[in-house]
C-alpha cells in the first residue's frame, strides 16, 4: 500500500518553513526519507525506526507517530538547495520492500 | 558521490528488443535493490536481492528478471521491450536485507525505447 504524502507540490521563499507529511494505513516499521533533484538520484536524508526517537541534522528533521502511522519532514529556514522532489518510503514489520510515496515537489525561490 | 555504479548511463533501443542493465554496489553492502522511476512519476520498487537471494519482489513484470552474482553485482534484465518501458531505473544498495536499513542509489540508468 502506497503511502500517501502531502501536501504535492509546495513554493516557499528562502528563510520560510515547510512541513511534508506522509501518512500509511498499515503498521509502520521505519519511514525513510529522501531528496532528489530532476534527473538525479535520490539522496538519503534519514530513517525513523519504530519506538525511535525524532531525527535531524542541520535544518531538516523529522517525526515519526506510530498512533497515527505518520511521519513529517520539517525542513526550518529553507535554502534554494533544498528544491527537489521529497520521497518517503515507508515499511513493515517483517517486509523488506520499501515502498515509496508519489512524492513532494518543493521548490525555494530567492 | 553514493559509491553505487550503474551501467549504461543512457541505453536507446527498439520495441521487443532485450536489454540489460547492470549495478555494482557500495562496498560492504550485501543488498541491491532496483527501481522504475517512469516520467516524472515516484519510485516503484522492482526486486530486492540479498547476498545472493532473492529477497524481495514488488510489481516487476514477467518480461523482466534480474540476478545477483557471488561478487555482488546485480543484472536487471528487460525483455520484449514496449515503450512503456521507457524510465530511469535506479539501482540501490545496503548493508542489510530487513526493515530499517538505508538505501543508497546509484544515478541510474535511462533507457528509452523506440
Known amino acids: 500500500q502506497q503511502p500517501v504524502q502531502s501536501p504535492q507540490a509546495v513554493i516557499l521563499r528562502e528563510g520560510e518553513d515547510a512541513v511534508i507529511n506522509c501518512s500509511s494505513s498499515?503498521?509502520?516499521?521505519?519511514v525513510h526519507w529522501y531528496r532528489q533533484k530532476h534527473g538525479e538520484a535520490p539522496v538519503f536524508l534519514m530513517i525513523?525506526?519504530?519506538?525511535?526517537e525524532q531525527k535531524g541534522h542541520d535544518k531538516i528533521s523529522a517525526s515519526f507517530n506510530e498512533k497515527k502511522q505518520q511521519s513529517s519532514l520539517y525542513l526550518t529556514a529553507s535554502q534554494l538547495s533544498y528544491s527537489g522532489t521529497y520521497f518517503c518510503?515507508?515499511?513493515?514489520?517483517?517486509?523488506?520492500?520499501?515502498?515509496f510515496g508519489a512524492g513532494t515537489r518543493l521548490f525555494v525561490k530567492a | 558521490d553514493s559509491g553505487v555504479t550503474q551501467t549504461p548511463k543512457h541505453l536507446i533501443t527498439a520495441t521487443g528488443q532485450r536489454v540489460t542493465l547492470r549495478c555494482s554496489p557500495r562496498?560492504?553492502?550485501?543488498?541491491v535493490y532496483w527501481y522504475q522511476q517512469s516520467l516524472d512519476q515516484g519510485l516503484q520498487f522492482l526486486i530486492q536481492?540479498?547476498?545472493?537471494?532473492?529477497?524481495a519482489k514488488g510489481n516487476i513484470l514477467e518480461r523482466f528478471s534480474a540476478q545477483q552474482f557471488p561478487d555482488l553485482h546485480s543484472e536487471l534484465n528487460l525483455s520484449s521491450l514496449e515503450l512503456g518501458d521507457s524510465a530511469l531505473y535506479f539501482c540501490?544498495?545496503?548493508?542489510?536485507?530487513?526493515?530499517?536499513?538505508?538505501?543508497?542509489f546509484g544515478p541510474g540508468t535511462r533507457l528509452t525505447v523506440l
Open positions: 540501490a544498495s545496503s548493508v542489510g536485507a530487513g526493515a530499517g536499513n538505508e538505501q543508497f
Open positions: 498499515k503498521a509502520l516499521y521505519s
Open positions: 525513523l525506526l519504530k519506538g525511535g
Open positions: 518510503g515507508t515499511e513493515h514489520t517483517g517486509g523488506f520492500k520499501t515502498i
Open positions: 562496498s560492504g553492502d550485501l543488498s
Open positions: 536481492y540479498y547476498n545472493g537471494e532473492e529477497r
